[in-house]
């Protein structure tokens, strides 16, 4: 039975609606439902994001993070879940997910090196909307330490706390903030403390035929580190392509970014690539 159900899901995919060309959205529709991530849209991204220039080496992240939305009248719960698989050295921080410096005992990888699934994060988001352009969200968020908790590929601690989206978006624009705070509960004794919180300012600009500008700015703070090495700060851009599949679409994008702002532990620059795949509502 397994080996039929990726066929089956592919199939369902890629296969048109009848009379497509009277109920598949624009390319304009689409641009605002891949930028929106509270937009009521089955989705499943598939990410792999790169750290470069920590003095210890670098940071690689491959991250599935389907997003489930559930739909009531005049409100959605916007659930995602991120599994995220690194490969690390360990002595790295200023990265979400790696809130503090940490050399565990590497088995697994070369040289010191540690690779395997790394925490998992879970958010809920209560989501409206404001008119036609502003979109809001609140709810909690999680870390769970699903790295064994001797490695360096996490926390070692279970954390929670809350989370904020806004997202507008006037004519050929969208601008959003994301705010997420999270406190370690339990975890393993022999590793520090987490407060870390997620600032991320977004913006795009969307061109013809599902083209666009982005620069996704993710700000990272260590309440626990001392002021000089609190925080990562990146400044950068990317472009995006979207594709239109029947009553789907494909959303893909690619950024470089640099680090004016970072720990002394911590990466000098990164780049990402996403690939997202968007299901008709």
């Known amino acids: 039975m397994k080996r039929y159900l990726l066929p089956l899901c592919a199939a369902t995919f890629f ?54 939305p559930i739909k009531f009248d005049g409100w959605n719960i916007i659930n995602q879940l991120t599994l995220n698989i690194m490969w690390t050295p360990g002595d790295i921080t200023g990265i ?15 040289a010191g090196y540690a690779a395997g699934l790394a925490d998992t994060d879970f958010t809920s988001y209560f989501s409206s909307t404001i008119g036609e352009n502003f979109t809001f969200g609140f709810g909690p968020t999680f870390t769970f330490p699903t790295d064994e908790p001797t490695r360096e590929l996490g926390s070692g601690k279970f954390s929670v706390g809350p989370a904020l989206m806004l997202v507008y978006q006037p004519e050929h624009w969208t601008i959003s903030l994301e705010v997420q705070q999270i406190w370690s509960v339990i975890g393993n004794k022999g590793r520090e403390d987490v407060s870390q919180m997620l600032l991320q300012p977004s913006l795009y600009y969307n061109l013809p035929e599902g083209w666009y500008l982005l620069s996704e700015l993710q700000m990272v703070a260590n309440w626990r580190s001392n002021s000089e090495q609190r925080w990562t700060v990146p400044i950068g851009a ?3 392509k979207l594709f239109k599949i029947g009553g789907n679409a494909i959303n893909s994008r690619l950024g470089g970014y640099y680090n004016p702002v970072t720990p002394d532990a911590g990466p000098t620059w990164s780049m990402n690539f996403s690939v997202e795949f968007i299901f008709g509502s």
């Open 238 to 240: 990317g472009v995006g």
């Open 96 to 110: 979400k997910g790696l809130p503090e410096p940490y050399t565990g005992d590497g088995h697994g990888g070369s």
């Open 15 to 68: 296969a048109s609606p009848i009379q497509a060309e009277e109920v598949t959205p624009s390319y304009t529709e689409w641009q605002r439902t891949a930028q929106n991530p509270l937009s009521p849209n089955f989705r499943l991204p598939l990410n792999y994001n790169f750290h470069g220039g920590a003095p210890d080496g670098e940071v690689h992240i491959g991250s599935f993070a389907p997003i489930m």
